[in-house]
């Protein structure tokens, strides 16, 4: 990694170390991989294969690939045929998932790409009500504990409806 | 606790507001042939690059996250990677503390181990501080909380005097009140310019830090072309800041009224 030199990262990441590059010479830090037991990410489609498109946008592939398992959520699942990747989309093989599963709208109140975007209103609410451990945990009730998947999903649609973000 | 924001900044402008004043200046620092970045988090000196992009550099090549403009297959991983390799010429960073010899400090305020506020954090800044020809920072407020003798934490260096092959680092500084400029040898900020309307009294009062020279000129404003411009940006602007749009609008709106 370059840029850590001269930083307070120096100071409080002893798992930063500084090497000399053995090809130029230069010193230069280096910052160990992260190894997560678990990764699970959102995707967009799966084929029936378990081969998954997901968002290229953010580092949810790199997640799955660095993982030692990983779970994969899909919006649905498409036949082999007509398996693409648009843009702003990226294969995933099935080689390196454990398990898929169809989750609808499984990124709620966050945005799917080219499905949905960011559920504005829900987030917004979320913030206030999270300012207080009241607040945060009437939150939890009125829309995670207790709550079947056709509940939440009934939920979630009608605030992406009423948004105006549906796909 | 106050702050000077944008909103309260002692600025004389005339059919402007104070950020498109401030994208104006940031369109300033595009150059064309270069390869331009922008973040997250960055509204402003998105405005200021979608102007440059229309009018002084439009050989250019922009990688501007989330706005569409610009397809990259891998997002921000593609803006880190591009950095690394020593191909980009200039990106913007701003800071929740911002020191006399150019550090930034993204990551706590008071001691690292008990913070009185715990920042987001540096999120690939230091890199691209230290491997992007030019940075140039921009802060939406201007006090002496901001600009400080030495950072509670360095996120990003500014000067790295034993690490010879550095390849770029901070030039220049937006703030509400003036432009700074870094000296790369003596390794600190200089005062530029005053915005329209500042004094250099006023821009010292709001600085942790010496602000030296007491001369110097006064900000350039946008012409009437330029802000006509800045507007017809306002679109794309949208695309990445919905709410920071709409609120710019306003604030166009009630200039005319």
Redesign the interface.
Same mark, same amino acid.
């Given at each position: 990694? %370059?840029?850590?030199?001269?930083?307070?990262?120096e100071?409080?990441r002893a798992d930063f170390r500084q090497v000399e590059d053995p090809y130029t010479g230069?010193?230069i830090f280096v910052v160990p991989p992260i190894v997560p037991d678990w990764a699970v990410i959102h995707a967009i489609r799966a084929d029936e294969n378990g081969n998954v498109v997901c968002s290229? %946008?953010?580092?949810d592939r790199?997640a799955v690939l660095a993982a030692k398992r990983a779970v994969v959520t899909v919006e649905e699942i498409v036949p082999a045929g007509e398996f693409v990747a648009r843009?702003?989309e990226?294969f995933l093989s099935a080689l390196h998932i454990d398990l898929v599963v169809i989750a609808p709208r499984g990124a709620h109140p966050g945005a799917c790409v080219n499905a949905y975007g960011i559920d504005r209103g829900h987030i917004e609410k979320y913030l206030s009500a999270s300012k207080t451990e009241e607040g945060f945990s009437a939150w939890l009730s009125e829309t995670v504990l207790g709550k079947t998947e056709e509940e939440y999903l009934a939920f979630a649609f009608q605030e992406l409806n009423l948004a105006g973000k549906g796909a | 606790m106050r702050e000077r924001g944008h909103e309260a900044m002692p600025l004389l402008l005339s059919g402007c507001t104070p950020d498109e004043f401030l994208a104006y200046r940031i369109s300033r620092e595009v150059r064309d042939f270069e390869r331009t970045a922008v973040g997250t988090l960055s509204p402003v000196p998105l405005l200021g690059v979608l102007h440059a992009q229309a009018s002084h550099a439009r050989h250019g090549k922009f990688l501007l996250l989330g706005s569409g403009e610009t397809p990259v297959t891998e997002g921000s991983k593609e803006l880190f990677d591009l950095a690394q390799r020593g191909k980009l010429d200039l990106f913007f960073l701003s800071g929740a503390q911002i020191d006399r010899k150019g550090n930034l400090n993204l990551t706590c305020i008071g001691p690292y181990d008990a913070p009185k506020v715990r920042l987001p954090g540096g999120a690939g800044s230091a890199m691209l501080y230290y491997m992007t020809r030019r940075v140039v920072l921009f802060t939406l407020a201007h006090s002496p909380r901001i600009f400080v003798e030495r950072c509670d934490f360095v996120t990003s260096a500014a000067s790295t005097p034993q690490y010879p092959w550095r390849r770029g680092g901070p030039t220049r500084l937006v703030t509400p009140l003036c432009t700074m400029e870094y000296d790369a040898r003596g390794q600190e900020w200089r005062l530029l310019s005053l915005h329209p309307g500042v004094t250099y009294e006023e821009a010292r009062r709001e600085t942790g830090f010496p602000l030296l020279p007491e001369s110097v000129p006064v900000t350039e404003t946008p012409s009437a072309d330029d802000v006509a411009l800045l507007r017809a940006r306002i679109p794309v602007l949208r695309n990445s800041y919905p709410v920071f749009a709409q609120a710019l609008e306003t604030r166009i709106g009630s200039l005319s009224s």
């Open positions: 990694m %370059l840029g850590f030199a001269d930083s307070d990262y100071k409080v230069w010193k290229a %946008l953010e580092s790199l843009p702003g990226v | -």
